[in-house]
Antibody, heavy 118, light 107 residues
């Protein structure tokens, strides 16, 4: 069974850092791009970042560029979040791409909550 | 960035009704259009890709159509388990962008 399990969310002060992890199982991880998508309270879905499977290319939304870094290893994708702002508060979902960077997300994790507040 | 606009923002329908949700892109995205269903407290579920291809395991009462800038998600016979919020999303270019969502309620 294909599964994604996020961890690492929590409460952090503005300007702080968090590292999210997403452990993948049930598929050949290296063949697929992986993404992070977030949902602020009461709002819609917002794409955050993608890392491709083969070449490891990385892509970011303008709202997080320069502050967030996506990376991956053998079975896990990470999102290092620095200089966090109140408007980064959201549920962060890890999502598997249908292929290697198609931007269609066929499997989603259960989400991890990030709250940025003083 | 490509803007995605859905209508209506919400709808209420009876079990067995035919339900249609529309999605419009701010520029042509050919058929790079996907649909997701989000149930309260759950992660989004992938329903349709390429505007009209049904993801494996999704009930056949769901269908998608359209190309260019105008797209439609249809539920042919609404079921109680179909309540939730539906999002369209373009995968034509980065950044991937989503519509604002359509909340479907059961009368």
């Amino acid at each position: 069974e294909v599964q994604l399990l996020e961890s690492g969310g929590g409460l952090v002060q503005p300007g702080g850092s968090l590292r999210l992890s997403c452990a993948a199982s049930g598929f050949t991880f290296s063949r697929y791009a992986m993404s992070w998508v977030r949902q602020a309270p009461g709002k819609g879905l917002e794409w955050v970042s993608t890392i491709s499977g083969s070449a490891g290319g990385t892509y970011y939304a303008d709202s997080v560029k320069g502050r967030f870094t996506i990376s991956r290893d053998k079975h896990t994708v990470y999102l290092q979040m620095n200089s966090l702002r109140v408007d980064d508060t959201a549920v962060y979902y890890c999502a598997k791409d249908r292929g290697d960077y198609t931007n269609a997300f066929d499997i989603w994790g259960q989400g991890t909550v990030v709250t940025v507040s003083s | 960035d490509i803007q995605m606009t859905q209508s209506p923002s919400s709808l209420s329908a009876s079990v067995g009704d035919r339900v249609t949700i529309t999605c419009r892109a701010s520029q042509s995205i050919t058929n790079y259009l996907n649909w997701y269903q989000e149930k309260p407290g759950k992660a989004p579920k992938f329903l349709i890709y390429g505007a009209s291809s049904l993801q494996s395991g999704v009930p056949s009462r769901f269908s998608g159509s359209g190309s260019g800038t105008d797209f439609t998600l249809t539920i042919s016979s609404l079921q109680p388990e179909d309540l939730g919020t539906y999002y369209c999303q373009q995968s034509y270019t980065t950044p991937a962008t989503f519509g604002q969502g359509t909340k479907v309620e059961i009368k």
